[in-house]
Each structure stands twice: as C-alpha cells, then as structure tokens.
C-alpha cells in the first residue's frame, strides 16, 4: 500500500513534484507541502532542465510535460567570448523557463491533484512530523534544518567553495548560453549568462574571494554590486543593466550525506546534494530524486525498502554529477591558469571541462568547431589528438599514449625473465608512443618485494637489453623508458597478491628513510640516513642509471612519488629530520635535487628525463597542490623534461578523492601554472578522454594502466576504433588483419524509469 500521510518540508522544486507524483500514484493519499515563503516568493531566475530529465517527466506525467513544454525556450548554441573573441559551438540542446514560472506550473498540478499547499507556513520539526506521518520528505534546501538537526544519523559534510556570486537576470534574452571572461586589475571575473523567456535572462556574475574583496564588493550593497556587475560586463549585455530579486554575493557549498533516510524521513534535492550551478544540475537532480523515490515506494513492499532501494539507485548517479560539477567548479575557481590559451582552445577547455562532453562528442555535436580547434592544436588532417607527435629533447614520441609504470613482482634476483619480455613485449606491439617499465629498483635494499626488478647487476641490465632489443626491433617506433626508484620504508613487504604492504614473515632485509618513521602500523622502522649513506644512495642511481642507458633505454624517470625513498623527503609526513634535508620544502627537495642532478649528468644528453611525484598526500598537513607545483618547478629549473604527477599513497592514513580522472587536475595546474609539460595518470580509461585533455591543454601525454592489463592492444584498438590509419600508431604486420574492429550486436536502450498512463 505505501505510505498514506505524507509531509513534504520545502515547496521548492523537488518536494512539489514528488507531492504531485506521490499523490498520482495513489489519490488516497493526505500529503501535505510546508513552505514558509509566499507561492510567488523565488530565489533566482531561470532554470535548465535536459532532454533526459524532460523524458522522465514525460512518463512519469505528461500534465506537467506538456506544461513545460508550452514555456520553454529552447536553443542549440554555447558562446565563449574570450579577450574579446567570440568561438560558438553548437548542437548542445539546451531547455530553460523561469523558476517562478515552473513553480506556478507545479503549484497548479498540486492543486489539482488534491495536494495540501501550506504557504509562509514554516514545517513543523521534521522528528515531530514524523511521529504522525507515514513519511516525511526533506525538500528544505541546502541549509537544511531537517538535514542539521538530525547530523548524527544523515552525518553530512558540507564544504564551501573559493569563489564569490551572485543570481541576477537581464531584460533581453542571450541567444545562446554565454561564458565570458573580465580581467580586471582586481583578478579575473566570469559570466554564465543563458535566456529563460523570450525577454529575460540569468546572468551570474563569479569571481574568486580574494578578486571580490579586492573589487570592493564586500563593501557594496544589494543595487551597488549589481549596478557594478552591469558596468564590468557592459559588452555582454549591450549596455543593459541587470537586477536583482534579494540577490546576494555567496559561496557555493558542497552539500554530501553519508545516508539520506533516517527512520520514515527522506532528504531529496539540494538537502541531500549539491552540484555547482555551471553545469545546470541542481533543479535536475532534485526534480530526478522525485522520480526515482515515487517509483521505489511504487515497488517497494514497505517504505523502509523503499527509501533504501531510493537511495541505493540515485546515490551512484548523483556521486557522478558532483564529480562533473567538481571539475566545473574547480575549472572556473582556476580560470586565470588558461588565460593565455589561444581562444578556440581556451573555449574547447571550458566546454570540456566537466568531463561529461568530451572531444568524441563535440565532435558529433559541432564538427566545424571540432576541427577548427584541431587544427590550430597542430592535428593533421583526420588525426585525432592522441595521434600527434611529441618531442623531448631528441625523443619524438610518436603519440601521445604512455603504458603507466605497473609493478609486476615477477623478477627472480632483480632480474626481468621471459614474463616480463611477454609483458612490456605486448604492449609495445600495442602501439603506445613510451611504454614504462615498472619501477626498477637501484639497490637490493631499495626494493620493494623479493620480486622486485632491478638495474644493479651487470646480469639485469643484460635482461633489460633483451626487452629493448625486442621492443626497437618488433615495434619500431615505440620508446621504451625506465622507472628509477627507491623503497625506502616501503621496501621488505610481501607480494601484492600476498598481503600488499604487509611486512615479509622472513627474509626481510632492514630498510633506510629520510627519518625512522614506519610506513604504518606493524611495518618496519626505518633506519634514518645519515649523510655519507645519502652519498651511497645517490652512487646507486647513478650506476642504475648508466647500466639503464647501456640497456638501450630511451627514457629515464627518476621516481619521487608513492612515499618511496626520494618521496620520503619531500613529504612533511614522512621527512622530520632536523638537519639540511629537512624543516622547509627548499630542503626536502635537498635530496632528490642532489639525486636527480647526478642522475643527468650521466644519462646521454640526448635523452630525456621526467619525474614522478605525488601531487597530494591526501592527508591533512602533508604535501598539497600548491607544493607541487613547487616541487615541478624545481625539477623543471635542473632540466626535468616533464613531470609525471601523481598522488599519494605516501602515508597510510590518507583519504583520496577517487573518481574518473581524477589526479588529472593537478597535472593540468603545474603545466599551466609553470609551462611544464606534464603526464597524466589516474582513472584515465578511454581514449575519448585522452584526446579530450591533450587537445584542451590540460596535458602533453597520458599514461593509463589498468586499461593496457586489460588490453595490451589499447592504443591500436584506439585507432581502429577511430577510422586512424596514419603515422601516429603502425600495426605489426601480422596483426594488420585485426585492425579493423569486429562486428556486434545491437544494444538496446534502458526503458523510462517510471510511466504511468495520461
């Protein structure tokens, strides 16, 4: 039967069109809406829904489709204006009516349905509701009383964001959506400006803090500010001026709950969630949350079900739109990084900056523009950007795609065998520009398992030629570089597939760090070294490094990153010395400087070198961004070609933030930020997004692994797939005949999540 008496707390959006649709799906219902504003009481302007959000709807109740439908403006185009030159792009596909309008529309279907409205009513406390309801539906907003008063059980996190805005509207209506940049001698400041009538539009005006306050915003009021706002973007608004509707500067806030049912109360909409407003979410995923809690508690037995099933479908699609909207956020707070891009690039960046559209599909959406930004990125006709050529020092890589140094435990005494010839063999078959072996351990002591490779014997670097030899000979065209490193308190530990991390039950071997902390709990303490042991080290990289250029390498990396030996220094956690190696960064960085110079000075001139670092430790008073863009830097100034950036696992305690691409946006800030180039890596498993961050200059190259276990053949499979035939990848000549991809079967799409008759 489901619940019968509802109570619905917030008349925004969400918690009407779950009162009608609840209401619909049973007439016996007593559902009533609490809303403490007037019904033509509304905060903002416009709203933007998607065609996928319009077809829920649709089924769910065609009443309130067609209604919408008769008010929307709708249009196609995105305008990026930047330092005075305007780039559209088109095909998008974008729906916008007023808010005050689309509440009318909801109030009306509410009415007819039989739902209770109750205006300037404040809610009774949700606890208290619940005592005489079958189910209370928090739709109260992003400060969320209900959501605060019951923190222990919901356990939200709330973070605020850097930047400054403010909701206003303009007399006249955008003919497309509208992004445009002002640099000003306070700092940068942006518009997103879209119609949502004929006559009006939204326009919000953003800047990061430190812009506003030096602008002297904080010191304005309500028509001042607007009146400013007006004056700065006079060329977007043709003189116009804008207005307010009790418009005031704020911060956005990241809204995340840990559980969004407690008992027979249910949060939805921005009291669950919040996604930053430039990717247009926030009505969607609220209006979207409605849907799927009507269909569970259709499904469903009890409400108790149904509320857990609620969250279990909506949870995964939500944790993807705030990964775009942190990205989108992220981008606009760091907008001064792309300035100097050229304009159809820097417009290629930010409508790709989401990560939700990609090259593949502006491509499809707009192919004028597409090409036109290839183009000017350096594309020869029909090459896609991963298939351009890049060039450090007298390497030329023939495309864009690295195979990420993977550790494989395979190596017997240090030395690669007939596994890792078959391993790096297939991938450099594979068509990748560099192929990365795992990291090569430069000392017995410095490894980490006993099945750790190693380049400290003449008998492994002769295993190493054998794999080189191999990768020039059968896959001419593919570099082959090696990963330098060193354990530090990492090293002695068992297998991965044993127990990784876990110390080894026998045979351990004592192990050396920048100061004698143990990595975690029950691993081995460290012995601190001393200053003539450094000296050792650093002789142990250099005759690594000289056996690595005689194995017939084409590129050396020297490893800092994941809390290994050279990362131990230059990470706060896991450096506490006292003397010249330690305290500031200046001197953590000390070491691997020293390490990294008498590397260069006997790899081959013509040869390059990179670094991998960790761009984060994850973890509160470790290494964070604005350290690596330091740390980059400095390897950059003692003649790094580029920087391998990385994250974490430097201590054991820390807390990434895991998600699609995910460590890309610290590789884009040092490149941008230094003019470094720089290789990507984390969750970076299509080629779609490879072509995506290369040609938006987020990135030079992209190194994937777990996509190259999976298929050795990626970047080959990657050109088939794309209709490439040219010299930016070459297939073996007994592969040739499986270079066009296979034929398959026909995928039907999901149906509607919830249709009910008209």
């Known amino acids: 039967m489901g619940p019968l008496r509802v109570a619905v707390i917030g008349g925004g959006p969400g918690g009407l069109y779950a009162a009608a649709l609840l209401k619909r799906l049973d007439p016996r219902r007593d559902i009533t809406v609490w809303e403490r504003n007037a019904p033509d009481d509304t905060f903002g302007f416009g709203v933007v829904l998607s065609d996928e959000t319009l077809g829920g709807i649709e089924h769910a109740d065609p009443v309130v489709h067609a209604a919408l439908q008769a008010e929307f403006v709708r249009w196609d185009d995105i305008d990026v204006v930047h330092r005075g030159t305007r780039h559209t792009s088109g095909g998008h596909g974008f729906a916008a009516l007023g808010r005050r309008r689309l509440l009318e529309i909801l109030h009306e279907r509410c009415r007819q349905l039989g739902v209770n409205l109750r205006f300037r009513s404040p809610a009774p406390p949700a606890a208290d509701l619940a005592r005489d309801h079958d189910l209370v539906v928090a739709a109260d907003g992003v400060r969320s009383a209900t959501r605060e008063a019951h923190a222990d059980a919901f356990r939200p996190r709330v973070e605020?964001?850097?930047?400054?805005?403010?909701?206003?509207?303009?007399?006249?209506?955008?003919?497309?959506?509208?992004?445009?940049?002002?640099?000003?001698?306070?700092?940068?400041?942006?518009?997103?400006?879209?119609?949502?009538?004929?006559?009006?539009?939204?326009?919000?005006?953003?800047?990061?803090?430190?812009?506003?306050?030096?602008?002297?915003?904080?010191?304005l009021d309500a028509s001042e500010s607007v009146e400013r706002c007006a004056k700065i973007f006079t060329e977007a608004l043709g003189g116009r001026a804008l207005r307010s509707n009790n418009s005031a500067w704020t911060a956005f806030r990241t809204v995340v709950n840990e559980?969004?049912?407690?008992?027979?109360?249910?949060?939805?909409?921005?009291?669950?969630?919040?996604?930053?407003?430039?990717?247009?979410?926030?009505?969607?995923?609220?209006?979207?949350d409605a849907l799927a809690l009507a269909a569970c508690l259709q499904e469903q037995p009890t409400t108790a079900d149904a509320l857990a099933a609620y969250e279990e479908e909506r949870r995964p699609v939500v944790a993807s739109t705030q990964r775009a909207a942190r990205a989108s956020l992220e981008w606009f707070e760091n907008i001064g990084l792309y300035l100097d891009q050229p304009a159809r690039q820097f417009a290629f960046n930010l409508l790709t900056r989401s990560r939700r559209v990609t090259h593949d599909n502006l491509r499809l959406r707009d192919p004028r523009f597409t090409e036109a930004v290839e183009r000017d990125f350096g594309c020869p006709p029909g090459t896609p950007p991963m298939f351009t050529p890049l060039s450090l020092r007298d390497l030329t890589l023939r495309n864009r795609v690295v195979v990420s140094p993977m550790d494989m435990y395979s190596a017997r005494a240090g030395v690669p065998g007939d596994f890792h010839l078959v391993h790096l063999g297939a991938r450099a078959l594979g068509g990748a520009g560099l192929v990365m072996t795992e990291m090569v351990c430069v000392s017995p002591e410095g490894r980490i398992t006993p099945g750790c490779g190693g380049l400290y014997t003449t008998e492994q670097a002769a295993a190493w030629r054998r794999i080189t030899d191999f990768a020039h000979t059968q896959a001419p065209g593919t570099a082959v570089g090696v990963q330098l490193g060193h354990s530090g308190r990492k090293g002695s530990t068992k297998l991965m597939w044993e127990g990784i991390d876990e110390p080894l039950a026998e045979g351990n071997w004592p192990l050396v760090a920048a100061s004698p902390l143990p990595y975690k709990p029950g691993s081995q303490t460290p012995r601190e070294l001393t200053r003539g042991e450094l000296a050792d080290v650093r002789e142990q990289f250099t005759s690594a490094a000289l056996r690595a250029a005689d194995a017939g390498f084409d590129l050396l990396e020297l490893h800092c990153a994941h809390g290994y030996l050279l990362s131990g220094f230059l990470s706060p956690l896991s450096n506490q010395r006292t003397d010249a190696y330690g305290g500031p960064l200046a001197n953590r960085l000390r070491f691997p400087l020293e390490v990294f110079d008498a590397v260069r000075d006997?790899?081959?001139?013509?040869?390059?070198?990179?670094?991998?670092?960790?761009?984060?430790?994850?973890?509160?008073?470790?290494?964070?961004?604005?350290?690596?863009?330091?740390?980059?830097?400095?390897?950059?100034?003692?003649?790094?070609?580029?920087?391998?950036?990385?994250?974490?696992?430097?201590?054991?305690?820390?807390?990434?933030?895991?998600?699609?691409?995910?460590?890309?946006?610290?590789?884009?800030?040092?490149?941008?930020?230094?003019?470094?180039?720089?290789?990507?890596?984390?969750?970076?498993?299509?080629?779609?997004?490879?072509?995506?961050?290369?040609?938006?200059?987020?990135?030079?190259?992209?190194?994937l692994a777990r996509p190259h276990l999976y298929d050795p053949h990626w970047t080959l499979h990657a050109a088939a797939e794309q209709g490439y035939t040219g010299p930016g990848v070459a297939w073996p000549k007994p592969y040739e005949a499986g270079s066009r991809p296979p034929q398959t079967g026909r995928l039907d799409a999901p149906k509607p999540r919830l249709t009910l008759g008209g």
Not at 162 to 173: E, G, N, P, S, V
Not at 259 to 284: C, E, P, Q, R, Y
Not at 627 to 656: L, M
Not at 678 to 689: E, F, Y
Request: negative net charge; aromatic residues 10%; glycine residues 10%.
């Open 160 to 219: 605020e964001h850097r930047c400054r805005y403010i909701w206003l509207a303009a007399d006249f209506a955008f003919d497309a959506f509208r992004f445009e940049t002002a640099e000003t001698e306070h700092g940068v400041m942006q518009l997103h400006g879209y119609p949502y009538t004929g006559g009006d539009s939204t326009v919000i005006v953003e800047m990061r803090e430190e812009v506003w306050r030096a602008a002297g915003f904080d010191a």
């Open 602 to 703: 006997v790899w081959p001139g013509d040869r390059p070198m990179t670094v991998r670092i960790s761009a984060t430790d994850w973890a509160d008073g470790g290494t964070d961004a604005n350290d690596a863009v330091e740390i980059a830097r400095a390897f950059a100034a003692h003649g790094a070609d580029a920087i391998d950036v990385s994250t974490g696992q430097v201590v054991a305690d820390e807390k990434p933030a895991y998600g699609r691409s995910y460590q890309v946006p610290f590789a884009d800030r040092i490149r941008n930020e230094t003019g470094i180039p720089v290789i990507s890596v984390g969750a970076i498993s299509s080629w779609d997004d490879v072509n995506s961050l290369i040609l938006a200059g987020r990135t030079d190259l992209c190194a």
């Open 259 to 288: 559980k969004w049912s407690h008992g027979n109360i249910v949060l939805v909409g921005d009291s669950a969630h919040t996604a930053h407003f430039s990717i247009g979410s926030g009505t969607k995923l609220a209006v979207e």
